[in-house]
């Protein structure tokens, strides 16, 4: 090939501004933000299932042991005193 030739080819070629490595660190970049995301969602489900569960295992404790079974009148007193001391001791929520 003659040098004018291989002038020629090497003009065709796109040039880049960034190095090699600085492309493979963003795309890896990306990825790992794309991981993080994914964790935090699969995070925040397996939080909000064992909440639901928490709460239903709460009500079912209080309904079954306190009231019963039975929607007595004081069971109101009872629910505010029982969210007033786990208020105090947990916080709100």
């Known amino acids: 090939m003659t040098r ?3 002038q020629h ?3 065709l070629q796109p040039i880049s501004d960034t190095h090699p ?3 493979d660190i963003s795309f890896l970049l990306s990825d790992l933000r794309d991981l993080i995301r994914t964790a935090k969602g699969r995070a925040a489900t397996v939080v909000n299932v064992e909440l639901v ?7 079912n404790r209080i309904g079954r ?4 079974e ?3 009148p ?3 007193r009872i629910l505010s005193t029982l969210s007033k001391e ?3 001791e947990y916080g709100p929520g």
């Open 4 to 6: 004018k030739a291989r």
């Open 9 to 11: 080819d090497t003009a």
């Open 21 to 23: 490595l600085e492309q």
């Open 53 to 59: 569960l928490l709460y239903w295992h709460i009500g």
């Open 65 to 68: 042991d306190i009231l019963k």
């Open 70 to 72: 039975e929607r007595a």
């Open 74 to 76: 004081y069971g109101k």
């Open 86 to 88: 786990l208020i105090a």
